[in-house]
């Protein structure tokens, strides 16, 4: 079986562009996590959605949004692109909204110059 | 504000010996932790888990220890081999839930 899947694979923009990343869970799991990790952290939480729905956000501007279709892929969406948005972006899916544990794609690499 | 923290950026141990990664968390709501692998140009891969109704977790080479009270938990490799060599991330949650909190991670590098 698959896993999760995540396109593109590296991504270079300019400061002020905006970017989508996209991603296609494991068959069978209707949750969606979006993580950034910069280099040298850990990875952090962006959102989490469900069934189409946000269930829950971590602590970024509003610059950053994303949402899932009724496939249960997920695009996550970050405008007006900063220097300090290059990083990682890792998405994860889930069976459920409280299901453990994450199963990570390999990411998308954004560098922002 | 660093609510999970793993300490020893890297940890280097010969292959065969035992390799212990610790981590330390603040927050008391977290009830639930995890441990990943990562190697390079891959996503985390999960490891193991341990709930806090628990104070120790097995799974074939790796335990997970959970000490509540210290706030602590490590977890131990044995025997450490050199595909072991990755980078580790301690993450907790409160609940079974999607937002993990990470630490930093170390870097295993098991030396054959």
């Known amino acids: 079986d698959a896993g999760v899947t995540q396109s593109p694979t590296h991504l270079i923009k300019t400061r002020g562009q905006h970017v989508t990343l996209r991603c296609s869970p494991i068959?069978?799991?209707?949750?969606v996590s979006w993580y950034q990790q910069v280099l040298g952290q850990g990875p952090q939480f962006i959102f989490q959605?469900?069934?189409?729905?946000?269930?829950g956000r971590g602590n970024f501007p509003d610059r950053f949004s994303a949402r899932q279709f009724p496939n249960y892929s997920s695009e996550l969406n970050v405008n007006a692109l900063l220097l300090g948005d290059s990083a990682l972006y890792l998405c994860?899916?889930?069976?459920?909204?409280?299901?453990?544990?994450?199963?990570f794609g390999n990411g998308t690499r954004l560098t922002v110059t | 504000d660093q609510q999970v923290k793993q300490n020893s950026p890297s940890l280097s141990v010969q292959e065969g010996r035992i390799s212990i990664l610790n981590c330390d968390y603040t927050?008391?709501?977290?009830?639930?932790f995890l441990w990943y692998k990562k190697y390079p140009a891959e996503g985390p891969t999960f490891l193991i888990s341990?709930?806090?109704?628990?104070d120790k977790n097995e799974d074939g080479r790796f335990t997970v220890f959970l000490n509540k009270s210290a706030k602590h938990l490590s977890l131990h490799i044995v025997p450490s081999q050199p595909g072991d060599s990755a980078v580790y991330f301690c993450?907790?949650?409160?609940?079974?839930?999607?937002?993990?909190?990470f630490g930093a991670g170390t870097i295993l590098r098991v030396k054959s």
């Open positions: 341990i709930s806090s109704i628990k």
């Open positions: 993450a907790a949650s409160a609940g079974y839930g999607n937002k993990l909190v």
């Open positions: 068959s069978g799991h209707k949750s």
């Open positions: 927050n008391s709501m977290f009830d639930y």
């Open positions: 994860a899916s889930s069976l459920g909204e409280f299901s453990s544990p994450l199963h």
């Open positions: 959605y469900y069934e189409k729905e946000e269930r």
